[in-house]
């Protein structure tokens, strides 16, 4: 271990670029036209960032970039000499007459560290209450194993494998994996071929993120576990926007090893029993009916029984392929099965409203008629006991029933679990799906069986666990005590006040109305509630700290408002607090109106005409709320974002690629667009969509520009158009097709942005869901933040679409239930999906790291800021600056932080370094966990005339005392608006 932190930290070391200033910064005030003139050399080419402060504030963005052939205005290309000039105006385009207290800072080489996570911290990894269950088992030391997913009626989305202790407490997340995972012992996982980040698996899926192809779209029961631990799990099923796909079978084992089984070429539920030996298995229901081909196929009514290895293909154990029956060797629809230790098997004959036993040779020796439909069924290994839960067909009730054996004439225990009517998704009974939302689990380990029923549809079951103590002639329900009701949410919507750090957001419960809305203060931590309410859909706050919400349907004209920090509409000049947008679609999902507010008070606003085709265009408002009569930008297929900076330029993201790439260069296509695991060439297979769904983010000038389609490649174009393709999707057979456009007025494109859903998607028609929804942002500086899912980071650019640096890398942080591990990846990333920035802060909505949260989807939010390796500041010791200026220069070298040794046990020394340029302020060093929560104070004062030069000894231990375990922390000295921080690494 120790080795493994050693050569972390020496590779992060080595990442550093020495980049420094040969000559000033000097600063010229020129009275012929009131300007400043900024004057520094670079040593080497390097990422600037030059600023105008007003009190420590910074008051105008001058310029920011990479320097080199490509760096945008006003630095001077190819030059590592700069000489900017300023015109003395704010960001607002607002002469500062006022010079008190103004200064100006150079900053070179940023980089993005990891701050804290901004989800409310009283919240515990993870309550699977907002999840639906897609099966469990019980180990040996009575913990429960869930396969959770979040929208399992649907069938598209990725589940996780969590682990609970018998008493409901978290243990951790088995599945997805962790980073520091040995992806040796991963087998059937992809890795993206992109070396040098740690570990990077590839995403898969069409609509919802997944990791492992096992988990996406689990269906229920599709799990099982052996005598010696090992869990048995196929992977998804049909749903409501995926087709068949191949079952992919994995073995994971307790310490997550992962072991590829069979690949079945049919698809259809089917469910699992280990034979007592745990070298075979049983499957039941393969092939089976669905609702969504109302048919079932050849493969139907049967029970099959397949080996462990990959080559394994399933062999008939009882039943007649395709024919369904009444009698002793015939089934109609086989659901439940089960073993006992003798290699009996036990299976739910479902539309026969009985159970089967069957010898170790699939000839029936018992028949158990039952009240109602079985459907799962668990036996236990020594008493023979028998659990089923079954649906009443009359009553539309789902009832738990013990029956003592298969000889017996009625149940010894009974359970009503409520009328269908109380948690199906339809008033007229369960239909196909919904009986699937009911999954059991039998721990058998104790002096009494406890049975564990499930439900996969979160939000309409009042429950989503219970355990149910068998007594005997009763059982006694409980709630595991994590696992119990509460009313969770998902993260709906973020967007932030860029000048005041300020970050707002409101939490949804299952697609219904906002449960919860509130705003968390990035510089003080103080979480507030505001106003927003269930119709808050999009909200989007403006440079001058307003908001705006844009609201719309499709029946009723769309329109936006502008409100103040109350939530209260502010007129327009027309005397109105609404302003008509054009003609907009609507869904209920994302509401595609994006606006984007420029520092004049104007807006622009994304507009989609219809759900699919080319059909979306930015319009723009003048700050009355008129319309202006012409788009900005028209053609666009299936934009989802649109931004502007203080220049006027226009970034949109939309799924248009530079002609002939389908996704960036650092993806081979041999390994990337093929990349789910042991792929056929039966109908439903496809590679890696998620890959083909990457998008470009293209900048257009003020004068904005347009798209049109072409008929092919050679399609003639005039001088102002580039040829680029928009990626379709499956159409039949064909996995990957592209349609071809003209694009005008473009001046940059970085293609990077993931996921961004197709221009025509056969499944989805247009993006729908949040998940193929992204947000990129761009800050006062112009420089935009990325999000790119299928890598697991984010990419911070310049103006010009240079990449200045990229932050985040896979890890499931939940793996070690929520513990820091040393040799992990600072800043966990899984699925980054919205990115918004602001002055000091850059804020990540993750949909995978569940790290103190339950939510849904966007279940954490993190707390990133800039760092820079270099920074100096010119202006006098007050900051006024009058002629030509006095250099008092701050090099970042003078405000340092070191700790050593690093990693330490039992003790760190840390030494701190503030200059005598910050007389006066007060400083502070404090050190932190890995959720942003303070852990100790272990320095403060008021930097005198000379600086402050001080070095402290710290012990591991927290403010009261308390030895605290191995992991990471943060120190972080802090002095005014300067502060510098670094991780150190507490070992065992």
Not at 656 to 680: H, V, W
Request: with cysteine; hydrophobic share 35%.
């Amino acid at each position: 271990m120790r080795i493994s932190i050693l050569a972390t930290l020496l590779s992060l070391a080595a990442l550093v670029n020495a980049s420094t200033l040969v000559s000033g910064p000097t600063l010229t005030y020129r009275s012929t036209d009131k300007s400043w003139l900024i004057d520094f050399t670079v040593s080497d080419s390097t990422d600037v960032s030059v600023e105008a402060l007003k009190r420590g504030l910074v008051v105008a963005h001058i310029a920011s970039g990479v320097l080199g052939a490509n760096a945008p205005l006003p630095l001077t290309p190819n030059s590592l000499h700069q000489a900017i000039v300023w015109d003395g105006k704010d960001d607002f385009g607002k002469t500062i007459t006022d010079t008190t207290g103004l200064a100006f800072r150079v900053r070179l080489n940023m980089s993005v560290i990891f701050d804290k996570y901004v989800n409310r911290q009283d919240r515990r990894i993870p309550s699977i209450t907002s999840w639906g269950i897609g099966g469990m088992v019980v180990d040996s030391n009575r913990n429960l194993y869930v396969i959770a997913t979040p929208d399992m009626e649907k069938g598209r989305t990725s589940g996780r494998l969590f682990v609970y202790s018998s008493t409901g407490e978290y243990v951790k997340t088995l599945l997805p994996f962790a980073a520091d995972a040995d992806p040796s012992k991963l087998e059937g996982v992809v890795f993206n071929p992109d070396e040098g980040r740690g570990l990077n698996p590839t995403m898969h899926g069409q609509i919802q993120e997944g990791i492992m192809p096992n988990l996406l779209s689990v269906r229920s029961m599709t799990i099982d576990m052996n005598r010696a631990g090992q869990i048995i799990i196929a992977s998804g099923f049909a749903g409501k926007y995926t087709d068949f796909r191949s079952r992919y079978i994995s073995f994971v084992n307790k310490d997550g090893e992962i072991k590829s089984g069979p690949l079945f070429l049919r698809g259809g539920d089917l469910q699992f029993a280990f034979t007592p030996e745990g070298d075979s298995f049983f499957i039941s229901s393969f092939g089976q009916f669905t609702r969504y081909y109302n048919s079932y196929n050849s493969d139907s009514n049967c029970v099959y029984k397949c080996g462990m290895s990959v080559s394994s293909q399933p062999i008939l154990f009882s039943g007649e392929r395709g024919v369904a029956g009444s009698d002793s060797s015939h089934f109609k629809r086989p659901w439940g099965i089960a073993s006992d230790a003798a290699g009996n098997v036990y299976v739910a004959d479902h539309n026969n409203c009985r159970i089967k036993k069957l010898n170790r040779s699939g000839k029936c020796i018992g028949i158990l008629k039952v009240i109602g439909k079985p459907m799962v069924l668990k036996v236990h290994p020594v008493t023979g006991h028998i659990y089923t839960t079954q649906l009443d067909t009359i009553t539309g009730s789902i009832f738990v029933r013990k029956y003592t054996d298969i000889d017996a004439t009625a149940p010894s225990i009974t359970l009503s679990l409520g009328q269908s009517t109380t948690w199906a998704s339809t008033t007229s009974g369960l239909n196909v799906t919904s009986h699937k939302a009911i999954v059991m689990a039998l721990d058998h380990y104790g002096d009494s069986a406890v049975v564990y029923v499930g439900a996969s549809m979160p939000g309409i079951v009042q429950w989503n666990v219970m355990r149910l103590a068998d007594a005997g002639t009763s059982f006694i329900s409980t709630y595991p005590k994590d696992l119990a009701p509460t009313n969770p949410g998902a993260l709906s919507l973020m967007t932030v006040d860029q000048k005041n750090d300020v970050v707002y957001l409101t939490e949804k419960k299952n697609g219904e109305g906002n449960v919860a809305s509130w705003s968390y203060n990035g510089e003080t931590g103080a979480l507030s509630s505001w106003w927003a309410d269930d119709n808050t859909m999009k909200l989007f706050c403006a440079p001058s700290g307003l908001f705006y919400q844009p609201s719309f349907s499709m029946r009723d004209p769309s329109f936006y408002q502008k409100k103040n920090a109350a939530g209260t509409a502010i007129m327009f000049a027309n005397g109105t607090n609404k302003s008509q947008l054009g003609k907009c679609w609507g869904d209920r999902f994302t509401m595609k109106s994006n606006l984007s507010i420029n520092y004049d008070g104007s807006v622009l606003a994304l507009e989609h005409l219809n759900r699919v085709g080319d059909t979306c265009q930015v319009v723009k408002y003048d700050s009355a709320g008129v319309r202006d009569s012409t788009p900005l930008l028209k053609g666009f297929p299936n934009t989802i974002c649109v931004k502007s900076d203080r220049k006027g330029n226009v970034f949109v993201a939309a799924n248009l690629k530079p002609q002939g790439k389908i996704y960036p260069d650092y993806l081979s296509s041999a390994t990337f667009m093929n990349s789910t695991p042991r792929a056929s060439t039966v109908a439903g297979t496809y590679g890696n969509l998620l890959g083909a769904a990457y998008g470009s983010v293209l900048k257009f000038g003020p004068n904005g520009g347009a798209v049109r389609k072409i008929s092919n490649t050679s399609a003639p174009l005039t001088s102002e158009e580039i040829r680029m393709d928009a990626y379709l999707g499956r159409t039949g057979n064909t996995m990957y097709d592209n349609d071809r456009f003209a694009v005008s007025g473009l001046q940059k494109s970085f293609l990077g942005m993931s996921p961004v859903l197709p221009n025509r998607y056969t499944y989805a028609g247009a993006s729908d869901c949040n998940c193929f929804n992204p947000v990129f942002d761009v800050d006062a500086h112009g420089r935009l933040f990325v999000p790119d899912a299928v890598r697991h980071c984010v990419y911070v650019l310049d103006n010009n679409m240079n990449v200045i640096t990229m932050f985040g890398s896979y890890d499931n942080f939940d793996n070690q239930g929520g513990t820091a591990v040393a040799n992990r990846p600072s800043i966990p990333l899984e699925y980054p999906h919205d990115v918004h920035c602001t002055d000091k802060a850059i804020y990540v909505g993750n949909y995978g790291t569940r790290y103190y949260g339950d939510w849904t989807h966007s279940s954490s939010v993190l707390r990133t800021v800039p760092v820079y390796e270099k920074e100096y500041i010119v202006g006098d010791s007050t900051g006024v600056v009058s002629g030509i200026a006095k250099n008092n220069m701050l090099d970042k070298s003078q405000f340092s932080l070191q700790a050593s040794p690093n990693p330490f046990n039992p003790r760190v020394n840390i030494d701190v370094r503030l200059p005598g340029v910050l007389k006066g302020q007060q400083w502070k060093l404090a050190l932190y966990d890995v959720g942003g929560k303070l852990v100790k104070i272990i320095g403060s004062g008021k930097v005198s005339a000379v600086g402050v030069e001080a070095s402290f000894s710290w012990d591991g231990s927290d403010m009261n005392g308390h030895a605290l375990s191995s992991g990471q922390f943060m120190a972080r000295i802090s002095c005014g608006t300067y502060q510098q921080k670094k991780m150190i690494v507490k070992i065992k």
